[in-house]
């Protein structure tokens, strides 16, 4: 007799970078599992150290990563997610900012509380000059990351903030987790959203176990993460561009290298990093 093999449960994910918009998306993940009744796997290095094996076997419906190496990802069994990459340059100018005024200093890294604490003594173009260089690890994952598996969508952070909306739908969409079928329904909606304020209640009552599992996401609920989760309500009033260097969310627009970098911060990433930006598409050659 025949027998059909038993199929790994689907594990989904987001796989991002630091300073790659990684505080928001997470914050819309988890605004989407705790709405959908889902046990999340959540840590700023997750997978990073972390066996994917124990995430299959405690029952992770969802992972949420902000510093991802493909390497962890590929051994899971069966996954399905968004990877979001940002103009490596962009990365340095903003871990700078954020490792010097906002960034929570921490216990278990020894290396960034040193850079942190060193940061303290430079000034722009020399700390930014440091960071560059901190960032080799973080990039190397960036740059050893499988641009072709079919199991993850590839989106760009500077894409994502422009048009969030569209971009989570097609998350979503590329997941099979959306549900068009009530797309047009308020009363699918409004059923969507009950069970979802009801996991949302039991989630913060530590009741998770009393969850009831939606299995899609309805796509009105992600215009109503968006909205909830905007910069400007993040950044408390401030626009897109106004830039306060002590916030976390400090200007929200890409391109804020060029404000910053000096001929000696593009020889440097030029030396470190090659031809990572041609192969990410954000330069054609490296006559930038």
């Avoid at 994502?160 to 997941?175: E, K, R």
């Avoid at 976390?248 to 890409?254: D, E, F, L, S």
Wanted: net charge positive; glycine share 8%; charged share 25%.
């Amino acid at each position: 007799m025949d027998f059909e093999p038993k199929m790994t449960k689907v594990i989904y994910g987001y796989f991002g970078h630091p300073k790659s918009a990684g505080t928001w998306m997470s914050g819309i993940m988890i605004g989407v599992c705790n709405a959908m009744g889902w046990k999340a796997y959540t840590a700023i290095f997750c997978l990073k150290k972390t066996n994917p094996k124990n995430v299959e076997s405690e029952g992770y419906e969802f992972i949420i990563s902000q510093n991802t190496s493909y390497e962890k990802v590929s051994q899971l069994s069966n996954y399905r997610g968004v990877h979001i990459i940002r103009d490596p340059r962009d990365m340095c100018v903003s871990g700078y900012f954020s490792y010097k005024y906002s960034h929570i200093i921490p216990t278990n890294y020894p290396n960034l509380k040193n850079l942190m604490n060193k940061l303290q003594e430079l000034n722009d173009d020399e700390g930014i000059l440091e960071v560059i260089k901190f960032k080799e690890d973080d990039l190397g994952f960036v740059s050893a990351w499988n641009y072709q598996d079919p199991n993850i969508l590839e989106l760009k952070m500077e894409d994502m903030t422009q048009t969030p909306y569209q971009n989570l739908y097609n998350i979503f969409d590329f997941m099979g987790l959306l549900d068009k079928n009530h797309e047009n329904s308020l009363l699918g909606y409004y059923l969507f959203y009950v069970i979802a304020f009801y996991n949302r209640a039991v989630k913060k009552l530590k009741l998770g176990f009393l969850s009831i599992k939606q299995n899609k996401i309805h796509p009105k609920y992600l215009q109503v993460l968006v909205e909830r989760l905007s910069f400007e309500k993040l950044a408390e009033g401030r626009e897109k561009g106004q830039e306060n260097i002590k916030s976390h969310y400090r200007k929200g627009q890409g391109g804020d290298w060029k404000n910053y970098f000096k001929e000696e911060h593009k020889a440097l990433f030029k030396e470190k990093y090659g031809d990572l930006l041609i192969r990410l598409g954000y330069e054609k050659d490296n006559n930038w």
